[in-house]
């Protein structure tokens, strides 16, 4: 099986930045993508972004894009979303997931999931 830890959450102003990190241990392999979602309260969970690990190929959802960057770092099996830009409605628990394939941007298409990260946005 597939184990993922998220970390680097917390409470920021808006207009600043945070990195969140997630490290996958068991099962994991070149073939994979790894993703980041999120899920506010009474909303549903939605996706973020995504990497490819065989190239670091990274698709932003559109509320993401230009703040948002994804890394990775192959030898710790860790992949890093950096957010800039913070705003309000960026509050959220943020999940890491992981799927063998080409990446998704659904949550039913991942089948390993972290246990959530908070990130609150202060105004």
């Given at each position: 099986q597939v184990q993922l830890v998220e970390a680097g959450g917390g409470l920021v102003q808006a207009g600043g930045s945070l990195r969140l990190a997630c490290t996958a241990s068991g099962r994991t392999c070149k073939s994979w993508a790894m993703g980041w979602f999120?899920?506010?309260p009474g909303k549903e969970?939605?996706?973020?972004?995504?990497?490819?690990?065989?190239d670091s190929r990274t698709y932003n959802a559109a509320s993401a894009s230009g703040r948002f960057t994804l890394s990775r770092d192959n030898a710790k099996n860790t992949v890093y979303l950096q957010m800039n830009s913070l705003k309000p409605e960026d509050t959220a628990v943020y999940y890491c997931a992981a799927r063998y394939g080409e990446y998704g941007v659904?949550?039913?298409e991942y089948p390993y999931w972290g246990q959530?990260?908070?990130?609150?946005?202060s105004s």
């Open positions: 999120r899920q506010a969970r939605e996706f973020v972004a995504a990497i490819r690990w065989s659904l949550p039913y959530g990260t908070q990130v609150t946005v």
